[in-house]
C-alpha cells in the first residue's frame, strides 16, 4: 500500500483553501453590517459587565409625578423655573442644565423676563438645543432657546442622541447641525461652564454640506447602571426648600422631566425589563461619560476588518494539529473567549470592536476544516483503492470503475480497504511461509546433501555439486534479499561506515588471495558514521568486493574506498576490467542480472548487485556504477547522518 507520508495530501492547499473562505466570510459579515444586531447584542451585554463606577458629582432634579401633584398640572409657567434657579444656584452648585426646551415665547412676557433674569444672576446655565424633524416633508430643525435666554446662557448644547436601527439608544455625536457640525453636547457645554473641559476628541468643525444634518465624532456611551441609578430628587422638594443647600454644592444639577408621559423616554442597553430610561437621566450618563473619559469610539472600516480576518483565522494555528475533538473545543473555547474579550474592549480601553465577524469566522472554521480533512482524506483514500485495485485480485466488495468507485460512500471506501489489508495479510503469510519454505525445507537439505557430496566425492557427485551449490546459494540469497526489502529507516541506528568497510573486505580476503589478487584500501583514519544496518551494509559492502574478485583479472589489485561530501558518504570498489557498454550497465542491478554471462560463477544467482540496490535505496541513498580508463567503479552513496 502507498506509505506517503499524510501531508503528501495537500494539507497546505487545504489550508490555503480554508483561509480564503474564513477572510470571505470575516470580510462579507464585517462590511455589509448584515449581523449588525449582533454585534449590538454584544455591545449590551458588554453594558452590563462593565459597570463604572457609583456615579458622583451630578444630581438630577426631576420632574415626577409627586412634583406634578404638588405644582400643578404641566407645563409650568417659567416663573416656577426662575425660582427653581434662584434656590439651586444659592446652593452653590458647579453647573446647572436644563433638559426642557425653550424655544417658544410663553404668552406672558413677564414669565419669559424671569426666566432670563434668572439664568443672567445665575451665570452657570447650559440650555439645551433640539435638533429634530419636523413632521411635513421630514425637514431637520434646529430649535435653539429663545434669543434672550439664547443670550442670556452660558451655554448651549445638544441633547440628541443617535439611536441604532433597533431603536436603542447607545451612542452620541459629539459635534452635530446643519450645513457644519457646530453644536457640542448639552453635557461638554456643562463640563466647560464647570471649569472641567474634556480633552477635544474632534478637530474643528465638519465642513460645510449644503443644508443636511452633519455629524462628528461617534461615541458609545458608557452608561452607569439601569434607570434610577444616577441620584435623582423631586423638583417640588428642591422648589420648597426642603432640600439642604450643600446637597448641591460642587455638584452638576440637570433639571429635566422623568415623569411617564411627559418627557422623552429611551430604551438602552441596560433598561431593565423592557424599562425606558429617562432623558435627562441618559444626559447625566452622557455627562458622566465624558467626565470619566468613558466614551468609546469604533474602530475605522479599515482596521475593522483587518482584525476580523486575522482574528477568523486564528483557528488554522492549531486545527492542522489537533484531532476533531480537541480541535472542535479549541475552537469552541476560541469564540468564547474572543466574545468575551469584545464586551470587555470597551470598558478597558475605550474601542469598540464589533466582532460578528470573527466570531462567525471562528466558528465557522472548524466545519470548514473538518470538510476540508474529509476532502483530503477521501482523495488519498481514492489514490489507496486505485493502487490496491491494481495490485490485488479483485472480490466482491471492489468497485467495477472508476465511476462506481467515485459513488462509493466513506464506510463503503473503508469497508474495501480493510478487505484489501486482510488480502495483503494474507499474502505476507503466504510470502513468510515461502520464505520458511526456502529456509528450511529447501534449503536445510540441499546444505546436508552439499555435505555428503564434499565428504564423498564420486564421479557422479561431482556433477551434481556445482548445481547443488548453486541452488544452496540462491535459497541464501533469497532470504538476504528478503530482508533488505524489509528493513524499516525508523528502526536504523548510528554506526560506524569504516569498520563496516574493514569488516567486508577482511571477509573477502582469502577469496582474493586464492586469485592473486590485492584488496587496497583507501579509507579514512577517523570514524565516519551513518544511520543505517549493520549487516546489510556489510552484505552489500562483500557483494561488490566479491562482484570484482570474480570479475576482475587474477593478478590485479582491487580497492575499496569511501569518499565524503557535504550531505553525502560514498564507498566504492574499484578493479580493473573492459569498459561496459549502456546496456549492460542498465541491466546491472536489476533482479537475475548478470555483467558478462561468460564468466559468471557458477554459484551466481543473479541478485548480488540487485540486492546492493535494495540496501542502498532503504537507506535513502542509491547506487551506480562508472567506467574509465580500463577501471570499473561500483559505488553506493548514503545521506550523511545529522547532528
Known amino acids: 500500500m502507498n506509505s506517503r507520508p499524510y501531508r503528501a495530501l495537500r494539507l497546505d492547499e487545504e489550508k490555503g483553501i480554508v483561509a480564503l473562505l474564513l477572510v470571505f466570510i470575516a470580510l462579507s459579515i464585517s462590511l455589509s453590517g448584515v449581523l449588525e444586531r449582533v454585534d449590538h447584542l454584544v455591545a449590551d451585554i458588554g453594558q452590563r459587565i462593565n459597570r463604572g463606577p457609583a456615579p458622583e458629582g451630578i444630581v438630577i432634579v426631576a420632574v415626577d409625578e409627586d412634583s ?36 417658544e415665547h410663553s404668552a406672558d412676557v413677564r414669565e419669559d423676563a424671569a426666566l432670563v433674569a434668572a439664568v443672567a444672576d445665575c451665570g452657570r446655565v447650559v440650555l439645551p438645543l433640539v435638533i429634530e424633524t419636523s413632521g411635513s416633508g421630514g425637514q431637520v430643525l434646529e430649535s435653539p432657546p429663545i434669543a434672550d435666554l439664547a443670550e442670556a446662557a452660558a451655554g448651549l448644547g445638544r441633547v440628541s442622541v443617535r439611536l441604532d436601527e433597533d431603536g436603542i ?72 426648600g426642603k432640600v439642604p443647600p450643600e446637597f448641591f454644592a460642587g455638584k452638576t444639577v440637570l433639571v429635566g422631566v422623568t415623569a411617564v408621559g411627559l418627557g422623552d423616554f429611551l430604551p438602552t442597553p441596560v433598561s431593565a425589563h423592557g424599562q425606558p430610561m429617562p432623558g435627562v437621566e441618559v444626559q447625566a450618563n452622557a455627562w458622566l461619560s465624558l467626565r470619566d473619559g468613558r466614551l468609546s469610539r469604533a474602530l475605522p472600516a479599515f482596521g475593522q476588518s483587518i482584525l476580523s480576518v486575522l482574528l477568523a483565522l486564528v483557528p488554522l494555528l492549531w486545527l492542522p494539529r489537533l484531532m476533531p475533538l480537541p480541535g472542535l473545543l479549541a475552537c469552541t473555547l476560541w469564540v468564547l473567549v474572543l466574545g468575551l474579550a469584545s464586551t470587555l474592549l470597551p470598558g478597558l480601553f475605550q474601542v469598540w470592536f464589533a466582532p460578528t465577524g ?38 466482491g466488495m471492489a468497485p ?5 468507485e467515485r459513488l462509493m460512500g466513506f464506510e463503503q471506501r473503508i469497508a474495501w480497504v480493510q478487505a484489501a489489508q486482510l488480502r495483503m495479510q494474507h499474502l505476507e503469510e503466504q510470502r513468510k511461509e515461502a520464505l520458511a519454505f526456502i529456509s528450511h525445507d529447501l534449503r536445510s537439505p540441499l546444505a546436508s546433501a552439499v555435505q555428503r557430496l564434499e565428504s564423498e566425492p564420486l564421479c557422479e557427485s561431482e556433477k551434481l555439486l556445482p548445481t547443488l551449490l548453486r541452488a544452496q546459494t540462491m535459497a541464501q540469497n533469497f532470504l538476504k534479499l528478503a530482508r533488505a526489502e524489509a528493513l524499516d529507516q525508523l528502526q536504523m541506528k548510528s554506526l560506524e561506515l569504516v569498520s563496516v568497510l574493514h569488516q567486508a573486505a577482511d571477509e573477502v580476503y582469502v577469496l582474493a588471495r586464492q586469485r592473486g589478487q590485492s584488496i587496497d584500501r583507501v579509507m579514512p583514519d577517523g570514524p565516519v558514521w551513518v544511520r543505517g544496518d549493520f549487516d546489510a551494509l556489510e552484505r552489500c559492502t562483500i557483494n561488490l568486493l566479491q562482484n570484482a574478485v570474480n570479475y576482475a583479472p587474477n593478478g590485479t589489485p582491487i580497492s575499496i574506498g569511501l569518499d565524503q561530501a557535504a550531505d553525502e558518504i560514498r564507498f566504492w570498489v574499484e578493479n580493473e576490467g573492459a569498459e561496459l557498454g549502456d546496456e549492460q550497465i542498465s541491466q546491472l542491478f536489476q533482479r537475475f542480472s548478470r555483467g558478462d554471462k561468460g564468466k559468471s560463477s557458477a554459484t551466481s544467482s543473479g541478485l548480488g548487485l540487485y540486492y546492493v540496490r535494495t540496501v542502498a535505496e532503504k537507506h535513502g541513498g542509491r547506487a551506480g556504477v562508472e567506467c574509465a580508463g580500463g577501471k570499473v567503479r561500483f559505488w553506493v552513496s548514503l545521506p550523511r547522518e545529522k547532528d
Open 358 to 395: 470573527a466570531l462567525f469566522g471562528g466558528l465557522s472554521a472548524f466545519p470548514l476544516w473538518s470538510w476540508r480533512r474529509l476532502e483530503a482524506a477521501r482523495r488519498h483514500l481514492d489514490q489507496e483503492l486505485l493502487q490496491l485495485r491494481s495490485i490485488l485480485p479483485r472480490n
Open 169 to 240: 439608544a447607545r451612542s452620541v455625536d459629539l459635534r452635530e447641525g446643519l450645513g457644519a457640525a457646530a453644536w457640542p453636547l448639552l453635557a461638554e457645554e456643562l463640563l466647560r461652564v464647570a471649569g472641567r473641559p474634556p480633552e477635544p476628541a474632534v478637530t474643528g468643525n465638519a465642513p460645510a454640506a449644503g443644508l443636511g444634518l452633519v455629524r462628528q465624532g461617534l461615541r458609545r456611551l458608557a452608561f452607569a447602571g439601569p434607570p434610577g441609578t444616577i441620584p435623582n430628587i423631586s423638583y417640588a422638594l428642591v422648589l420648597e
Open 68 to 103: 406634578l401633584g404638588r405644582i400643578g398640572r404641566w407645563p409650568w409657567s417659567r416663573e416656577v423655573h426662575a425660582r427653581l434657579l434662584k434656590t439651586l444656584c444659592g446652593a452653590g452648585p458647579a453647573v446647572i442644565g436644563f433638559d426642557m426646551a425653550f424655544s
Open 400 to 404: 467495477d470503475s472508476p465511476d462506481e
